[in-house]
Every structure is written in C-alpha cells, then in structure tokens.
C-alpha cells in the first residue's frame, strides 16, 4: 500500500488485511512490515507491506478485501481491492542478467508484461528503493547503474519486478548479487 504521512515513517502503526466475505483478519505490527522507498516521491510517502500474510488453505481465494494501514496517532487509511482466481502461469515472460554495471532485460513474451521495475534490495534481500523503467518497443532493454538515482549504498541485490497492462499479475526475477 502506498501511504504518505507528514509525520514520517516513525509514525507508522501496522497493517490489517480483512478478508470481507469471512472476516478473518490479519494484522502485522511494524516490526514485521517492509518499508520501500519509490524514487519519485516525498520522503514521507512509503510503500508499505509484508510478506507475512499467510492463508490457511495455503492460497487467498478470490473474493473481496480490506487492507488498513494507521498511524500512532489513531489516523487510518484503507484499500479495498479484489483477488480473481490466479492463472496458471509456468515460465518468467522475461529474463533478467547483469554484466559489468549495466543491466539487461529480455522480454520473451511482450503481452504478459507491459509495465517493469527495478527493486533495489539489502543484504538480506529487504526491499530498499523501486525504479520504474520506461521501456520502448524493443524486446531487449538494457541500462547502466548511474543511470538509477539515489541508489542506497546499502543496496546488495537487485531484482526485476514486470506486470501485466491491468497491474494484476506480477512477476519477479531472482535476486541477482550487485557487481
């Protein structure tokens, strides 16, 4: 969930993920929530999240859901959005190296991914920084490291993030090691 608050991410309280039709609940404190950084936005708005849901039947089925972010001052904000039922999807539409400082993107089926980032990620492979790509109409895209701002000098892996042209399916490479 994107969030801004003027407080700065100190003030953040934890998530609660509903899930409407059962009520069941999920809440994570801050200790285990992953903060993300997006180049391009204030430094008081974080991508906020977790990868800690867990389902008991081993996937979120489909259905209707709430997503509660607060704050420690009592402030609130929500998202709902909808799970459909997943496709069944068997290889990666892309494949993603590192040669030297530059990274390189082969995109093997252009109509399962249209919209790609870069996730910047700590030593033990925590999120850090997102960089969108603009990509043209050419299946390879590659890049240099100094084209990217703000890069963290605490960043060790790097990893490519592609999604489908609705945002409902997304993709994500293996971490690779920074050179």
Same mark, same amino acid.
């Given at each position: 969930?994107?969030?801004?608050d003027?407080?700065?991410?100190?003030?953040?309280?934890?998530?609660?993920?509903?899930?409407?039709?059962?009520?069941l609940?999920?809440?994570?404190?801050?200790?285990?929530?992953?903060?993300?950084?997006?180049?391009?936005?204030?430094?008081?708005t974080?991508w906020v999240?977790?990868?800690k849901f867990?389902?008991?039947r081993?996937?979120?089925?489909?259905?209707?859901?709430?997503?509660?972010?607060?704050?420690?001052?009592g402030?609130?904000?929500e998202? &709902? =959005?909808?799970?459909? @039922?997943?496709?069944?999807?068997? %290889?990666?539409?892309?494949?993603?190296?590192? #040669? /030297?400082?530059?990274?390189?993107?082969?995109?093997?089926?252009?109509?399962?991914?249209?919209?790609?980032?870069?996730?910047m990620?700590?030593a033990d492979?925590?999120?850090?920084?997102?960089?969108?790509?603009?990509?043209?109409d050419?299946?390879?895209?590659?890049? &240099? =490291?100094?084209?990217? @701002?703000?890069?963290?000098?605490? %960043?060790?892996?790097?990893?490519?993030?592609g #999604? /489908?042209?609705?945002?409902?399916i997304?993709?994500?490479?293996t971490?690779?090691?920074?050179?």
């Amino acid at each position: 969930m994107l969030i801004e608050d003027n407080d700065g991410r100190n003030d953040y309280k934890g998530l609660i993920l509903r899930e409407n039709a059962t009520g069941l609940e999920w809440a994570l404190h801050r200790e285990n929530t992953v903060f993300l950084q997006e180049a391009g936005y204030s430094k008081n708005t974080q991508w906020v999240g977790s990868n800690k849901f867990k389902y008991p039947r081993r996937f979120f089925p489909a259905g209707q859901y709430t997503l509660t972010a607060s704050d420690l001052g009592g402030n609130k904000t929500e998202l &709902s =959005f909808s799970l459909q @039922e997943p496709q069944v999807i068997t %290889a990666l539409p892309f494949e993603f190296t590192l #040669e /030297n400082e530059q990274w390189m993107l082969h995109i093997t089926h252009s109509n399962a991914c249209s919209h790609f980032s870069l996730i910047m990620l700590s030593a033990d492979l925590q999120p850090l920084t997102v960089y969108q790509l603009q990509i043209n109409d050419a299946e390879r895209q590659n890049g &240099s =490291f100094e084209m990217l @701002e703000n890069r963290p000098t605490d %960043a060790r892996y790097i990893q490519c993030f592609g #999604e /489908n042209s609705d945002q409902s399916i997304g993709f994500l490479s293996t971490p690779l090691p920074l050179p």
